[in-house]
């Protein structure tokens, strides 16, 4: 008797495409959600720490009105640090330089 080969497939059934559409929408869920927690306690740790010194820790932080920039300084003694938000630094040099040229045309016309 001659042996016959057979080839057998095997037809993955509804089920298992269903079980992985379940598993990537949990796992997404579960990132989206694991995001929210980590935004909210981001969130909620700098409010905590809102009016601390990056630097001594403590919260003494005073708001200093610079022309149209609020700087923020540690009034702790022995600390003093300065904190700048993003730009700060940018205005205040510019705001100096505007009125260094001020400055100097002015003075430079008493020698005219």
Same mark, same amino acid.
Do not use: W
């Given at each position: 008797?001659?042996?016959? %080969? !057979?080839? !057998?497939?095997i037809?993955?059934? $509804?089920?298992?495409?269903? =079980?992985?559409?379940?598993?990537?929408? #949990? $796992? /997404?869920?579960?990132? $989206?959600?694991?995001? #929210?927690?980590?935004?909210?306690? =981001?969130? &909620?740790?700098? =409010?905590?720490?809102?009016?601390?010194?990056?630097?001594?820790? %403590?919260?003494?932080?005073?708001? *200093? =009105?610079?022309? &149209? *920039? /609020?700087? #923020?300084? +540690?009034? &702790?003694?022995? +600390?003093?640090? *300065?904190? @700048?938000?993003?730009?700060?630094?940018?205005?205040i @040099?510019? %705001? &100096?330089?505007?009125?260094?040229?001020? %400055?100097?045309?002015?003075?430079?016309?008493?020698? $005219?």
């Open positions: 008797m001659a042996r016959k %080969t !057979v080839s !057998v497939s037809i993955q059934p $509804k089920k298992a495409s269903e =079980d992985a559409y379940f598993a990537e929408r #949990d $796992k /997404k869920l579960i990132n $989206k959600l694991r995001e #929210d927690v980590s935004s909210d306690s =981001d969130k &909620n740790y700098r =409010d905590e720490h809102k009016y601390h010194c990056f630097r001594c820790g %403590t919260a003494s932080l005073a708001e *200093v =009105d610079e022309g &149209n *920039v /609020k700087i #923020d300084i +540690c009034v &702790n003694k022995g +600390c003093g640090a *300065v904190h @700048l938000d993003p730009g700060e630094l940018k205005e @040099l510019a %705001t &100096n330089q505007q009125s260094l040229k001020s %400055t100097r045309s002015a003075f430079l016309s008493l020698f $005219k």
